[in-house]
């Protein structure tokens, strides 16, 4: 397979609107530098224009060679990506990209619930636990930068940093879980998912109100027949 690995840094006209794509058209959030790594090559990281139609036709390009080229691309909570990317390419050529994403293959590696191992909380599967782990030469490469700050120059090392080790993190759990195809098909399964839930972040999902009151109304009257009996 060939293998790409896709990371994008956002901004927001307030710090919090940076994680939330549906803001872009109103002009409250955009992207601010993109990267991708390929198998044997430097990474790349882009600044991305300003203007939404410049950015778009940008990124347009760039999905469409993916498509073109067959690869297979990852990221890190891939549908965040997805998401963004959404907002700027058509989503029936996003969709054609077949995804993977590094984190949910760790996770079907770990095969244990969040909290079953952690005293102090929830388990974390950020990239940065995972470099820490697994990179640990690399650990805190993210210390000292400043996510809103002029220094895009720095940014841009860090996306590009991010691209690379989301690409070697997640070639690797693939390689592992391929000795497993059962698992593996099961981490397959929720890959082709991924598209589908990132647009929904975006475009929400389409639901059946009637049906839902029908529901409501037999899980009421389920629930009185189950009090009763108890």
């Not at 060679?65 to 907002?87: D, K, P, Q, S």
Request: some cysteine; overall charge negative.
């Amino acid at each position: 397979m060939k293998w790409l690995a896709f990371d994008i840094e956002t901004t927001g006209t307030l710090p919090e609107y940076a994680l939330q794509p549906w803001r872009v058209p109103q002009g409250l959030s955009r992207v601010r530098t993109w990267a991708v790594a390929e198998a044997g090559e430097r990474p790349k990281a882009v600044l991305a224009p300003h203007d939404r139609e410049a950015l778009s036709e940008q990124l347009t390009r760039e999905v469409a060679r993916w498509v073109e080229g067959g690869y297979v691309v990852c990221a890190w909570n891939a549908t965040f990506e997805i998401a963004w990317l959404c907002m700027y390419v058509d989503p029936a050529l996003v969709g054609r990209v077949r995804w993977f994403d590094g984190m949910l293959l760790w996770r079907h590696l770990r095969n244990t619930p969040d909290y079953s191992d952690n005293k102090k909380g929830r388990l974390s599967f950020s990239l940065k636990d995972a470099v820490r782990q697994y990179l640990p030469q690399f650990a805190d490469y993210e210390k000292d930068i400043d996510f809103f700050g002029p220094d895009v120059v720095n940014l841009m090392y860090y996306n590009a940093l991010d691209t690379r080790f989301t690409l070697l993190l997640t070639k690797a759990f693939y390689d592992v879980l391929a000795k497993e195809p059962k698992r593996l098909r099961a981490a397959k399964i929720e890959a082709a998912s991924l598209f589908h839930v990132g647009l929904a972040n975006v475009s929400g999902i389409p639901i059946d109100c009637e049906a839902l009151k029908q529901l409501d109304a037999k899980l009421e009257a389920e629930a009185r027949e189950a009090l009763e009996q108890l």
